[in-house]
């Protein structure tokens, strides 16, 4: 089978792109550090999220945003 080149012309992430700086500058504007956990069903991002809850809460204060895009 012969190998075929595209040439891609336009940023197909480029709105994902403007939004996420959009947000940083909201986030950094409000000194809010955002940490976004991704790994395997059953790597331990809920054990780790509840242990640093746990661990800092007496100095920071928390928000978790869950995001679940599995397809159905």
């Not at 939004?19 to 409000?30: F, G, I, P, V, W």
């Not at 069903?41 to 640093?52: E, R």
Request: charged share 30%.
């Amino acid at each position: 089978m012969p190998v075929r080149v595209l040439t891609i012309k336009e940023n197909i992430l480029g709105a994902n792109e403007e939004k996420a700086k959009t947000n940083r500058s909201a986030l950094d504007k409000h000194r809010i550090l955002m940490v976004n956990i991704m790994a395997s069903p059953g790597a331990g991002k809920t054990s780790l999220i509840l242990q640093t809850i746990s661990r800092l809460k007496q100095k920071v204060r928390f928000a978790v945003i869950e995001g679940d895009h599995r397809c159905r």
